[in-house]
Nanobody, 123 residues
Framework: VQLVESGGVLVQAGGSLTLSCVASGGTFSDHAMGWFRQAPGKEREFVAGISWNDATITYADSVKGRFTISRENVKNTAYLHAAILKPEDTAVYYC?????????????????WGQGTQVTVSL
């Protein structure tokens, strides 16, 4: 499955945005979907994951209560709504398609990745 992210912008601290991840070339509903991010000089880290049927959703502690992951299988699209943004949320955000229908928090549990979309949060 091929993935393309969009929606990354420059936003002020306290603001919000929604990232989208459109899948093609496979059966979207076979896969859990995850969002990861990588800040300059840091390793890529897990942000959020959602199972194929929305039954299981997980978040990193750093975004819990501020970010919401969702998906629309009929549109082959996953979303990440990020609110109350902080400068430390600045990163390139990547979506990944899981190797099963249940979301993991490790990169090697994802078989396909998008190219990433830049989110910059200013003071």
């Amino acid at each position: 499955v091929q993935l393309v992210e969009s929606g990354g912008v420059l936003v002020q601290a306290g603001g919000s945005l929604t990232l989208s991840c459109v899948a093609s070339g496979g059966t979207f509903s076979d896969h859990a979907m995850g969002w990861f991010r990588q800040a300059p000089g840091k390793e890529r880290e897990f942000v959020a994951g959602i199972s194929w049927n929305d039954a299981t959703i997980t978040y990193a502690d750093s975004v819990k209560g501020r970010f919401t992951i969702s998906r629309e299988n009929v549109k082959n699209t996953a979303y990440l709504h990020a609110a109350i943004l902080k400068p430390e949320d600045t990163a390139v955000y990547y979506c990944g398609a899981g190797d099963t229908g249940w979301p993991g928090q490790k990169q090697d549990e994802y078989v396909s990745w998008g190219q990433g979309t830049q989110v910059t949060v200013s003071l």
